[in-house]
């Protein structure tokens, strides 16, 4: 479903993704991780046509990301670091807006808006404003906007943060019932969710990958050791002072 | 926690039924294995498409409005608008209104004043488009500015969207404030049929000084957009906008007031938008300011797109 090769992206001297190949099939929900400033957030702006790779290719749902772009968008839904929302506007009114940017208008809109709602959660709070609503509320607005149009692909960076453990919960039970109806590339730093909802993980530091296995590979490697132990020992030998 | 994560590989259904190249509209899908499901599907999903360029502007266009009007901002533009076209229709036709009921004006004189050239044209040639180019980069300068900041670009940036259907949908909506805000006017020119007495109000100079106010206004918007999104600060794209209105209202005046000569003064007069609206007071529609407002707009979205599109490179 997702095939990255030698994607690089550099920006003047410095190098935010170097080389990076990996290839996820569809159905399955890759973990990803890695230090802050690894590049993660830049790999998923790739992999959803917000920003373009100095070299390399990304194919998602059998289209390349340069060059059909718009198919690429279609099929791929997105919730960035900071949920892309309107303060001034409704929930309601933001995830229609979704919709129709996606091709779902009127009626279609509204009830597909309705069903991305109910999936996270968001029935009692439709008309409340965006900008009055808490961190964790907006985020699960921004992951509802994610869902519109039943993406084949769903890129989520942190969809998880500033939730209270309840909200994590649900999150989490929703991410692992896409499962297989969707691949999912998510980013955290928190691995007790990638231990309870993924399949694969991919380290990355500093722009390059340092592992890209399957959960019970990657513990068969390291016995005895938990996912925290084996990241730090994986990132520690090439981490920056950041 | 691993072999929960083995059932969810090996409950995948036949994944394939998510492959969908051609397909517009809903196939419900078949539900995932029980052993998966966690949160209950309401109803079968129905499939994202590809909006077409004027829907999707259409769709950013409304979101637009919705924000402008959720927030005082437009309210007080077209009010402070209003307001200020009120009290100089009020002026020029106190004035007009003593002059004409003057004694000791000639009768000769008095044939030739009438109504849309003292009271009605001053106001939209010349009061309209210089309060516009106070007010719309107000209006303008978070069009593309704010997305930025907030984050918000990257919604429409990652919508199966062209760039282009972006600049449109916002230009759209300003569109439609410089249209209110020029409709809120429309009831002077009413008034003023009503009331005179020297002749009526000649429509049809009013309806070309109208198309020219207009294409003026929405020749700010255009500039207004451009500068909006070359910066991530509303401030910075506000003042430049308002720079660049003053400039351009006055650069045609400063040269004649000036001593600029030959092709310098030529290039200024060319440049200027007071020259280019004087063909519309007349009653005329002018190819030339036609032209030349119809390419500043064209030029201005077309930059403003490929501002756009060089954050994609």
């Avoid at chain 2, 282009?164 to 209110?180: D, M, Y």
Wanted: one cysteine or more.
């Amino acid at each position: 479903m997702i095939q990255v090769k030698n994607l690089t992206k550099r920006y003047r001297d410095l190098v935010a993704v170097d080389n990076l190949s990996f290839e996820l099939g569809a159905g399955e929900i890759l973990g990803f991780l890695g230090p802050n400033g690894a590049g993660k957030s830049t790999t998923m702006k790739i992999l959803t046509g917000f920003m373009p790779a100095t070299s390399g290719s990304a194919t998602v749902a059998g289209f390349d990301v340069f060059d059909a772009p718009i198919e690429v968008k279609r099929r791929v839904g997105y919730l960035p670091e900071n949920p892309p929302l309107y303060p001034e506007l409704s929930v309601r009114r933001c995830l229609q807006f979704a919709c129709e940017l996606k091709g779902l208008g009127g009626r279609q809109g509204r009830a597909e808006a309705d069903r991305v709602a109910a999936l996270a959660s968001l029935e009692g709070v439709m008309d409340r404003l965006v900008g009055n609503m808490s961190k964790g509320y907006r985020q699960r607005v921004g992951l509802a906007q994610a869902l519109v149009g039943d993406p084949d692909v769903l890129v989520l960076d942190e969809p998880t943060s500033g939730l209270d453990p309840s909200q994590y919960r649900e999150v989490r039970e929703l991410i692992r019932s896409l499962a297989g109806r969707h691949t999912i590339v998510l980013s955290t730093h928190t691995l007790t969710e990638v231990t309870a909802t993924c399949q694969k993980v991919l380290i990355i530091n500093e722009g390059r990958m340092v592992v890209c296995d399957t959960l019970e590979s990657l513990h068969a490697a390291h016995p005895g050791a938990t996912l925290e132990e084996i990241f730090i020992s994986l990132t520690a030998g090439t981490a920056r002072a950041a | 926690m691993s072999t929960e994560a083995n059932n969810l590989a090996v409950a995948a259904p036949e994944g394939d039924v998510i492959a969908e190249t051609a397909g517009e509209g809903a196939a419900p899908l078949s539900a995932p294995p029980s052993s998966v499901r966690a949160a209950p599907r309401p109803q079968a999903a129905v499939r994202a498409r590809a909006p077409g360029l004027w829907r999707a502007a259409g769709a950013i266009a409304g979101k637009e409005l919705a924000v402008y009007f959720s927030t005082p901002l437009a309210w007080v533009l077209l009010a402070f608008f209003s307001f200020v076209m009120g009290y100089f229709f009020v002026v020029n036709v106190q004035a007009f209104a003593t002059f004409t009921s003057n004694p000791m004006a000639s009768p000769q004189v008095l044939e030739q004043l009438n109504v849309t050239e003292h009271v009605f044209l001053p106001l939209i040639e010349r009061t309209a488009p210089m309060i516009f180019v106070f007010v719309l980069p107000f209006l303008t300068m978070r069009l593309i500015a704010e997305e930025r900041r907030q984050h918000s670009l990257q919604l429409l940036m990652t919508a199966p969207i062209g760039s282009f259907a972006i600049v449109l949908g916002k230009f759209l909506a300003a569109a439609v404030l410089v249209l209110a805000a020029v409709g809120l006017t429309m009831l002077y020119p009413l008034l003023l049929s009503l009331v005179a007495q020297t002749g009526g109000l000649e429509w049809q100079t009013a309806a070309t000084a109208y198309l020219g106010l207009l294409l003026c206004g929405l020749m700010f918007v255009s500039l207004g957009l451009f500068l909006s999104s070359l910066t991530e600060s509303q401030i910075v794209a506000g003042v430049a906008t308002l720079v660049s209105l003053i400039l351009l209202w006055v650069v045609g005046f400063a040269a004649r007031a000036g001593s600029a000569e030959g092709p310098l003064r030529a290039v200024a007069e060319w440049v200027s938008v007071q020259g280019h609206l004087q063909s519309f007071g007349r009653g005329i529609l002018n190819l030339a300011d036609l032209s030349y407002f119809l390419s500043f707009i064209t030029v201005g979205l077309f930059l403003a797109r490929t501002s756009l599109e060089r954050q994609r490179w």
